[in-house]
């Protein structure tokens, strides 16, 4: 036993390794009790266990081993740190526990394996349990098949990677051990239930008996997919989800679970491991396949089927060997072998899937013409082959071939090549199956349905069955609109028959399902990657003349309109009956005169040849009324047109005959229906009179009508044949004038190119200059919709002449094509279908390129030039090369048959010597251009070649290999690149050059797509490979990558891929994930072109208003299709291609990205990320003298996420024209892209900062204008400038206002003007300010006059830091050199002068002799003409806004609001619930408005004429509306009741006095109804907010107007105080009033009082006394908190301010006198908390020391009476009120309360120095004598001051009981006599009151009286209190307080407090500022949940250093702070015992 003790002292872990089994046993139970015990998964004892967790399941000793095992279950179960040891604890498990005779043993390994699964370690488990497999012991091979099926079976297939487990089961089926086949079995069946099918091909070489077994076993699973019921630690929400339905009732719903959490389909294809065949093709393959015999042959094909029998093959490189099949296939001769070879071909597409597309391309045409072979075992291998290789590629990449076959003569091959479309089509969805796709096939089929050959008719029947079955009808139907009946019911019975790939699908869900599609998808393929290679080969001209009769479509449109997507195309208009109309039979002269004479007056008809003109004139007068009356049904055209083409027809003499005639065909091909027949009567007749001067244009009014009613292609056509045919160059110039003309009417769409350009041509080559001219301008309009090919067509023609179409060109460029007016097009506008009208738009293009005459190089690629190519000598492979350039330079355009050159050179690009490498590289380069979109066929064989370019060591060939892959890219678009593995094989290469290098050219290419193909996905892997890369740039690139990556597989996907990946990288790429995430731009919105026809703001407003998040852009999206169309309002940018590009109008990817779209993309966060990163250091601050390149470098990077590629370019253009070219387009997009502009804001306006510093005046007069549109902008969306944004920019353009040129500073003066209403005027005016130092005397002077200006309209606050810094600074310029400079610096004094008064003096300091003398001078002359300067700046700045608070308050919102998510746009400073109807902007307070207009009245307002207007002046009377009222009657007030009153609320504000009294009178009409003031609810801040608006401006305006009529005035003070009075005497409306607007109203209404100009009135004293009234009544009835809280803002303003006169804040302390004398009965609707809050903000910015620095003592006692009133009211419970203020550290408030409760305790029976503080003056029951008279001075104090009158008075008659011989007569003495009897009567009161005589009656003192009855010993108070101002404060205030923290806690939603807690946050943040009523304004427009948000995260702005706290207290912090204030006052009160 004394073994045991020794051991028995050891520490647990200690124990676990011990020697002996039992101590180790020990151990191992209390390590289980200790894992169970601890809490913390983190916590430290854990990582004790690390290295022993393997011993506790290895222990040797089986008894100690089981106890092990349970505690390392344990510990894997609950430590943090157990990942770490998954590797070595289920080794152990496997090796030493699955061999344990226990099943106890092996049940707890399984658990611990399961455990580590569960705990994200499920990929080491299963690498262990599969190692396990191969041990030779069989029952550690049963527990790890065992272990395998549990963890299957509970954590499901998506956990445990189920492919290296199907790959070692036919291993395990094979095994001797009949529990290890049986357990095997178990797991199969596991694994079926999982995967289903996918399971058998992997099995199908296991022992025929077991498969049986196994099938039997599968048929008995049930058919319900399994569900994962054992979930990963990262999955708790699943599994919370899963425990939920199991409670409600097991798998109750099935489908309850997410849609991902749906098992995914397993392909059995993925499961099967890759074999690689070519290595083991026999090895004289190449030679035998050649052979003579064809034996040898068959022996060599024979090989090759075994090798591709096996049902995955390896990727790798089997050009030869398809080569040499696909040979067979063409030229054998025995058809046995090209069968062999076919299944051989099959068998490759099967094994290589998407691998095999490169060589599809080569191999379909092969197989497509061998089906001439008739024998059915050929023809099925066949097509067995061909369909094969279609899964491995697209349609759309095979669809030329196919093309080019349907034409054969063979009826053979036209049907199996229908018949191989109809099955093609099945593996088709309506997506795919676009309308570009289906046009071209379609057309071929309708030619196979009326072959000879009825096998041919069956097949394209079943062709086009398919295609209507698979696109649905709206699709397919407007290509059969010529179809008859029989044959169209036909095609309807084949597709009724079709079984579809994915099961049959009724085509009326495809159609359903199309029509959402459509809109966005549909066209974004045909715009992107849709059909751009299949319409050279199958468009014969009678094809394209189709789909030209086709476009547009008349009014029957209507109706399909509203299905909308492309479905809707399928009745383009006319088609139907417009087909049949051409074939309209010419009628002979007989008919038509019988159908003519019956629609016709005779005469006319008689007088159509007379000889006498005017016969023949009013003939054609009577022949056009009857034309104008026809009905259309009635009219026969053609009859019609006949009888004005008789003699003498066209050869009419007669002008005025002539222009009638030419009239009336116009108005016939107007009104009737007009077929081609008709036209072809009048025509000719028309373009011979096209050139006449006099007819000339009712000709073309003609031609156009004709064009309208036959399509513009045909006419045009027929017009320009006839034109140049004739020798009359006037007519050939004007019928060319005549085109030009109506292509920009009708659009482009349909014409037949090729024609033009040879009448072009001839025209070109005129004589006559007129024709040459008229031709280059038609060469103009056609370039605005074809783009730079069209030049080729014209290269020959001479310099001379090439350098004019140049010219035309050039002028084009940049301008967008016009919006079609006519023709059918028009119609399309307004429906939202325009799926096949895009289509029809894209051929125009399109077809130009497939116009150009391509050649047919393949006989040039000579076997001889290819072996060059490839000959050992270097030379040789040069001179090789350099043939090949020069064919394909001669041939300058291509067909896509290279023959053999393709491998040739790409044999090349692997060439050895680099110079060759670049050649090709060059070769490949033009052979894109030449070959154009046909290219695509080459992307797989030669495209990808020259991406593994990307990995050269050298620079320059990199480069080269870049430029080739984007010149290929422009020609197929980036979605063939992206299909397959080929990229992702590219990335995998671990070469850091090919990968950076790749990166960045996807990081360049992918956010330009709209969508990519899903094998993006594959890429993943090795891009999170690159994000760990060794290689720094690879890194990089890969992080920039990542965000585009994302945009297009969602942040789901990349994270998911992430599972693969080992532990620590995981975690490093899920944070880049997250940081990407943040910076993901949005995706380019599809191309819905209903909406991009919805130009301008109005349409991108709506958009964005709706939310809808991809919507923003479209708006101001273009396909090509509308850049050809040309747009209404053009913001369109031109869609021409980069210069170098001969192909843009291709609707390739590159061109949709090249000028469509939205010019600035929406970054999410990214002005964030900047900013941060500017904050951060990582980028270079916007601060320079001049800029230098690395600024502009950076800002171009900066610029490249969120900035189209294009517009970037220009902006970054050497060449100036080209940055004005970028301003156009900003200019143009502002309106439409406000988000986007938003969000790129700091860029743009650095951008504009570079173009400060050009020497360019008309970029800068351009840049100046935009400005003034940018700031107007953001001015409307109610944006606020960052500091960001206005540090980088304000210093720019104050540079700026020193430029020489006038026009230039006004324009900057004008801009800085607009941005004070976006940026606080006093953060501007410290930028100015700060140009004042400038060198440039034209810019200090400028400078000055802005300071000036802004003092004067936004009041002294905007001087920043002080008024004295400032106003020293200035003055120093009084002494400047430069005469202007001296003037402005004057100038701006006298105008603060004019704000400020004499403080001016004082605060400039000490001026030398000389310059004061200048000044005061000045001052001098400028009180001689008051106003004028004022007047005069008005003039100049109408914009201003003059409320001072308005910008010098503005609250701002933080830059995380800056994004302006539209939603916190509105600044809200306070208002009420009632913005939820949100007012209308018509019906909203325009402050701007309101300014100019007071501009306009003083400028123009004419004398007044004067008036006896005595009457007005009875004391207060409200004059009745003697005018019609303004707006509706406020009868039927709820009708529109808020937008009137907010109608009649807006003119209160007015300009003009009469508007203003006028709307007043109506709502004091309102006000005095009782039931009527109910509807003023809600409006009441608005109200207040108009009427102080309207009493500043009296203040600054009227009454300074020599003009105007000093009665008027009156008469509007009377009206707006008896207004107010009027509220104010309804309680329930006057504590609507929100803090904000008391704050100013009191503001407005002192001001008033103290204003001496009111004393000149005649009834001043009336005004007066009725101000003193409102007062008092404001006081009272408002709600308490709000007005207490207004008040103490309002002195603490005052006070900072050292502008405002002493006896304002005199006035405001006697209103807060007046509030404390009311506490007592209004202490409990108070908003304590909200109070306290105020006081606490006011004293930490007037700490006790500061506020005894002031003047006047008054306001350190108003705070301390207000204070002490509270404590005396509140006692100990006011600590409890401290729960608002953040950091109560920050202000005394605290230690004051304490210091005062304490006083109070400690003295609870002194009274006698309560609530004074001075410390000094405590005085004691025994005070010694030398102190009495301190006391009785400090008692006759209070009785003094206001407040503290009656409290004063107890004590003196206490102090008199107490001494009854002290005298107090000294005191007495120095007082009036008014004073003594005061104070007499007082105590004389007292006395009887404590006597119990009872209370003496009230003496009848009216309220505002009472304060000049309270006396005031001069010795106290100063004698300023004078003209009785009543500024007492009324009772009931403080209801609001209460109501906040009701509504905080959710007890109240009353209407109006919700919006109460804003305004007293709002007047925590800022010091200087309170939320100005301004900014209240605004915020009526939005909602008050935004502005809640908006204020929790309001960002205080930098200068604002106080962080008192901002955001809403939840109640349970508020109770938290009690308890806590509650202990720390225990703690004080404990401490002072």
């Keep these: ?870 000959d050992k000598n270097w030379k040789i492979r040069k001179e090789g090369l350099d043939e090949v350039t020069s064919i394909i330079n001669e041939a300058k355009f291509i067909q896509p048959n290279i023959g053999e050159l393709a491998p040739a050179l790409k044999s090349r690009l692997n060439d050895s010597n680099k110079i060759l490498v670049q050649q090709t590289l060059t070769i490949l380069q033009q052979l894109a251009t030449a070959m154009g979109p046909n290219i695509k066929q080459h992307v797989k064989n030669l495209g990808i070649p020259i991406v593994t370019i990307l990995g050269d060591s050298k620079s320059n060939v990199r480069a080269a290999s870049l430029t080739t892959v984007n010149a290929w890219i422009e020609q197929t678009g980036m979605k063939e690149w992206l299909e397959g593995e080929d990229l992702s094989e590219e990335l995998k290469k671990e070469n850091p050059f090919l990968r950076q290098e790749l990166l960045g050219w996807l990081a360049d290419k992918l956010p330009t797509l709209r969508s990519v193909p899903s094998d993006l996905v594959l890429c993943v892997p090795h891009l999170y490979s690159c994000l760990e890369d060794r290689n720094g740039d690879v890194r990089k690139k890969a992080q920039d990558a990542l965000p585009f990556f994302m945009m297009h597989l969602g942040f789901e996907k990349m994270a998911k891929a992430t599972g693969k990946l080992k532990p620590t990288s995981k975690d490093q790429v899920l944070a880049m994930l997250e940081k990407a995430k943040a910076n993901m731009p949005a995706k380019p919105a599809p191309l819905s072109k209903a909406s991009s026809r919805a130009v301008g703001a109005a349409a991108a407003k709506s958009q964005v208003a709706s939310g809808s998040g991809e919507d923003y852009s479209s708006s101001t999206m273009e396909s090509k299709a509308d850049a050809k169309k040309a747009k209404a309002g053009g913001t369109a940018p031109k869609s021409k291609g980069i210069q170098g590009k001969k192909v843009p109008s291709k609707s390739n990817l590159k061109d949709d990205d090249d000028r469509s779209g939205p010019v600035f993309i929406l970054v999410p966060n990214g002005k964030e990320q900047r900013m941060k990163d500017e904050k951060g250091l990582k980028v270079l601050k916007w601060n320079f003298t001049t800029p230098r390149d690395e600024y502009i470098e950076q800002l171009k990077t900066q610029m490249s996420s969120c900035v189209a590629k294009w517009l970037q370019d220009e902006m970054f253009h050497a060449d100036f024209q080209h940055h004005n070219k970028a301003i156009a387009v900003m200019v143009e997009h502002l309106d439409s892209e406000r988000d986007g502009v938003i969000s790129c804001l700091d860029l743009i306006l650095k951008w504009l900062t570079l173009r400060f510093f050009d020497t360019n005046t008309s970029v800068l007069m351009k840049v100046l204008e935009y400005l003034k549109l940018l700031f107007a902008m953001l001015n409307q969306e109610e944006y606020h400038l960052t500091e960001n944004e206005a540090t980088s920019f304000i210093p720019y353009l104050v540079l700026k206002v020193g430029e020489p040129k006038d026009v230039i500073r006004r324009d900057v003066r004008a801009i800085l003007n607009r941005m004070c209403l976006v940026y606080p005027a006093s953060k501007m005016f410290t930028f100015i300010m700060e140009g004042t130092k400038s060198k440039n005397s034209k810019q200090r002077a400028e400078c000055l006059e802005e300071l000036g200006c802004l003092v004067e309209s936004y009041g002294m606050n905007v001087c920043q830091p002080t008024p004295g810094k400032v106003l020293k600074e200035i003055a120093i310029h009084i002494g400047d050199r430069d005469n202007t400079v001296r003037n402005a610096a004057l100038n701006t004094i006298v105008t603060v002068y004019n704000v400020h008064g004499d403080q001016v003096f004082k605060q400039i300091g000490n001026l030398s002799e000389k310059d004061m003398s200048m000044l005061e001078e000045r001052i001098k002359r400028s009180a001689k003409r008051p106003n004028a300067t004022s007047a005069k700046q008005v003039e100049e700045k109408p914009q201003r806004a003059q409320s001072a608070s308005a910008n010098a308050n503005m609250m701002r919102k933080g ?152 009665d008027e005035i009156v008469k509007l003070y009377s009206c707006i105080i008896g207004n107010m009075i009027s509220l104010f005497q309804i309680e329930s409306l006057a504590r609507e009033a929100s803090a904000g607007v008391l704050k100013d109203l009191m503001h407005g209404l002192i001001t008033l009082m103290l204003d001496s100009r009111v004393d000149d009135l005649e009834e001043d004293q009336q005004v007066i006394k009725s101000v003193n009234l409102l007062v008092v009544k404001v006081l009272e009835k408002s709600d308490q908190t709000n007005i207490l809280s207004a008040l103490l803002v309002l002195l603490q303003d005052c006070l900072l301010t050292t502008a405002s006169s002493p006896k304002f804040s005199e006035l405001v302390m006697k209103c807060l006198w007046r509030m404390v004398r009311l506490l007592p009965e209004t202490i409990n609707t108070i908003n304590l908390d909200r109070i306290m809050l105020d006081i606490h903000i006011f004293m930490k910015v007037f700490p006790k020391e500061k506020l005894k620095q002031c003047k006047s003592e008054f306001p350190i006692r108003t705070l301390k009476t207000l204070i002490h009133t509270l404590c005396k009211l509140k006692g100990p419970k006011l600590l409890d009120h401290l729960t608002m203020i953040d950091n109560k550290n920050e202000s005394e408030l605290e230690a004051h309360l304490c210091k005062m409760m304490k006083h109070s305790l400690d003295q609870t029976g002194s009274k006698s120095d309560k609530g004074t503080e001075k410390g000094a003056s405590r005085t004691d029951e025994k005070t010694p004598k030398a102190k009495v008279n301190d006391i009785l001075a400090e008692i006759f104090k209070k009785i003094g001051s206001k407040e503290n009158t009656k409290e004063g008075l107890a004590e003196l008659y206490e102090y008199k009981k107490k001494y009854s011989d002290a005298d107090i007569e000294p005191f007495l003495k120095n007082s009036s006599q008014f004073f003594q009897s005061y104070v007499e009567r007082g105590l004389r009161l007292i006395e009887m009151e404590r006597e119990g005589k009872g209370r003496i009656p009230s003496t009848g003192v009216s309220p505002q009286m009472e304060v000049s009855c309270i006396p005031t010993p001069t010795n106290t108070v100063p004698s300023s209190i004078g003209n009785a101002n009543g500024e007492e404060v009324g009772p009931s205030v403080y209801l609001e307080r209460l109501k906040i923290l009701r509504q905080r806690c959710g007890l109240d939603n009353a209407k109006q407090e919700d919006r109460a807690p804003l305004t007293s946050q709002l007047s925590k943040p800022s010091v200087p500022t309170v939320a100005s009523s301004t900014d209240m304004l605004h915020s009526k427009l939005s909602q008050l949940r935004e502005s809640r948000e908006q204020y929790q995260h309001i960002d205080l702005d930098s200068n604002q250093t106080h962080s008192s706290g901002i955001g809403t207290t939840t109640s349970s912090s508020a109770a938290s702070n009690i308890d806590d204030l509650k202990k720390r006052l225990e703690r004080i009160k404990s401490s002072r015992k």
């Design 1 to 870: 036993m004394g073994d045991d003790s020794e051991w028995m002292k050891l520490p647990i872990d200690q124990k676990c390794e011990h020697k002996l089994w039992k101590a180790r046993l020990n151990g191992y139970e209390e390590a289980l009790k200790l894992f169970e015990k601890i809490d913390d998964e983190k916590s430290p004892e854990w990582s004790k266990y690390l290295g022993l967790v393997k011993k506790f399941v290895t222990d040797s000793n089986a008894v100690a081993q089981l106890k092990g095992l349970e505690a390392a279950l344990a510990y894997v179960e609950n430590a943090h740190v157990a990942g770490k040891t998954t590797g070595e604890v289920v080794s152990g498990v496997v090796n030493k526990v699955f061999n344990q005779p226990k099943a106890r043993a092996k049940e707890l390994g399984t658990d611990i394996c399961l455990m580590f699964i569960e705990i994200e370690k499920g990929e080491i488990v299963q690498e262990e349990l599969l190692k396990g497999l191969d041990n030779k012991n069989p029952k550690i091979i049963v527990a790890c098949i065992e272990t395998l099926r549990k963890a299957l079976s509970e954590f499901g297939s998506k956990i445990i990677s189920l492919k290296p487990i199907i790959k070692v089961l036919p291993k395990l089926f094979e095994s001797r051990e009949k529990a290890v086949r049986d357990e095997a079995k178990l797991l199969a069946v596991e694994i079926y239930r999982w995967i289903r099918d996918a399971l058998r091909p992997p099995l199908q070489n296991i022992n025929s008996v077991q498969l049986k077994e196994l099938e039997e076993e599968w048929v008995k699973l049930p058919v319900s997919a399994p569900k994962q019921s054992r979930f990963l630690r990262s999955q708790q929400e699943m599994k919370a989800k899963f425990e939920q339905q199991q409670a409600a009732g097991g798998d109750a719903d099935g489908g309850g679970d997410d849609g991902d959490e749906a098992v995914p389909q397993v392909d059995a294809y993925e499961l099967l491991e890759a074999v690689e065949i070519l290595s083991k093709l026999p090895k004289d393959f190449y030679d035998k396949i050649e052979a003579k015999k064809w034996q040898e042959r068959k022996e060599a094909l024979e090989a090759v089927e075994v090798l591709v029998k096996n049902p995955k093959l390896e990727a790798g490189d089997y050009a030869d060997l398809v080569k040499a099949l696909k040979k067979v296939v063409g030229k054998d001769t025995n058809v046995m072998l090209v069968a062999l070879a076919a299944k051989c071909l099959a068998g490759l597409a099967t094994g290589l899937r998407k691998k095999f597309g490169q060589y599809a391309g080569h191999v379909v045409p092969t197989i497509l013409e061998k089906f001439k072979e008739k024998k059915p075992q050929v023809v099925q291998a066949l097509q067995e082959a061909i369909d094969a290789i279609f899964l491995t590629t697209t349609l759309q990449n095979l669809s030329e071939d196919i093309l080019a076959v349907m034409d054969n003569k063979n009826p053979t091959i036209k049907q199996q090549t229908s018949l191989f479309i109809a099955r093609s089509f099945r593996h088709c969805n309506s997506t795919v199956l676009s309308k570009s796709l289906l046009k071209p096939f379609c057309a071929a089929l309708l030619k196979h349905i009326n072959d000879s050959a009825p096998e041919v008719r069956d097949a394209a029947f079943e062709a086009l069955g398919t295609a209507l079955k698979v696109a649905g009808e709206k699709a397919v139907n407007p290509f059969l609109t010529d179809v008859d009946k029989l044959k169209l019911d036909r095609i309807k019975e084949s597709a009724e028959k079709v079984e579809l790939a994915g099961g049959s699908r009724a085509s009326g869900g495809t159609d359903r399902k199309e029509s959402k599609p459509v809109a966005g998808k549909a066209p974004a393929l045909s715009g992107a990657a849709g059909d751009k290679d299949t319409k050279d080969n199958s468009k014969s001209g009678a094809q394209k003349k189709a789909p030209a009769a086709k476009s547009g479509g008349p009014p029957k449109k209507g109706k399909q309109a509203a299905a909308g997507g492309a479905g809707s195309t399928g009745t383009k208009g006319k088609k139907g009956s417009e087909v049949k109309e051409i074939f309209e039979p010419e009628l002979s002269i007989e008919v038509c005169e019988e159908k003519a004479s019956a629609v016709l007056p005779a005469a006319c008809l008689q007088q159509l040849d007379s000889g006498n003109w005017k016969e023949r004139l009013a003939c054609m007068e009577e022949f056009q009324k009857a034309v104008e009356l026809m009905d259309r049904t009635e009219m026969p055209c053609q009859a019609l047109v006949r009888m004005l083409a008789k003699k003498p027809g066209w050869k009419e003499t007669n002008f005025q005959v002539m222009q009638i005639k030419l009239h009336i065909v116009a108005l016939i091909a107007q009104k009737g229906t007009f077929s081609k027949t008709s036209a072809q009567i009048v025509l000719d007749g028309l373009v011979d009179k096209i050139g006449d001067v006099k007819c000339g244009n009712n000709a073309k009014e003609a031609l156009t009508a004709i064009a309208e009613a036959c399509q513009l292609p045909w006419t045009a056509e027929q017009v320009m044949s006839m034109a140049f045919s004739q020798k009359n160059p006037k007519n050939q110039s004007e019928t060319l004038n005549w085109l030009s003309n109506a292509i920009k009417e009708f659009g482009f769409s349909g014409l037949n190119v090729k024609a033009f350009i040879s009448n072009v041509k001839t025209a070109l080559a005129a004589t006559n200059p007129a024709v040459r001219t008229s031709a280059i301008t038609l060469l103009g309009v056609m370039y605005l919709y074809v783009g730079p090919p069209l030049r080729m067509f014209f290269e020959d023609e001479k310099p001379a002449l090439l350098s004019q179409i140049d010219a035309e060109f050039e002028k084009m460029q940049g301008q967008t094509t016009p919006a079609p007016t006519r023709g059918n097009t028009r119609h399309v506008a307004g429906s939202g279908d325009d799926g096949e009208e895009g289509d029809e738009q894209e051929d125009a293009g399109n077809d130009v390129v497939d116009l150009l005459p391509r050649t047919d190089i393949s006989d040039k690629i000579t076997s001889e030039l290819v072996s060059k190519i490839g």
């Design 1455 to 1606: 830059p995380a609001e800056d994004m302006s998510s539209k939603l916190n746009q509105a600044r809200n400073m306070s208002g009420h619930s009632e913005t939820t109807h949100a007012v209308p902007r018509e019906f909203q307070l325009d402050l701007d408005e309101i300014e100019n207009d007071n501009g306009r009245v003083r400028c123009e307002m004419p004398a007044l004429v004067q008036h006896k207007l005595d009457d007005i002046f009875e004391p207060v009377l409200i004059p009745e509306p003697k005018i019609r009222a303004v707006s509706p009657h406020f009868d039927d007030m709820h009708s529109n009741t808020a937008s009137t009153i907010n109608f009649v609320i807006s003119q209160v504000a007015s300009g003009d006095i009469n508007t203003s009294i006028q709307a007043l009178a109506q709502i004091d009409e309102v006000l005095r109804q009782e039931d009527k003031a109910e509807a003023m609810s809600g409006h009441i801040d608005q109200f207040l907010i108009a009427t102080f608006m309207q009493l500043r401006l009296i203040y600054n305006t009227h009454m300074a107007d020599e003009k105007l009529d000093k």
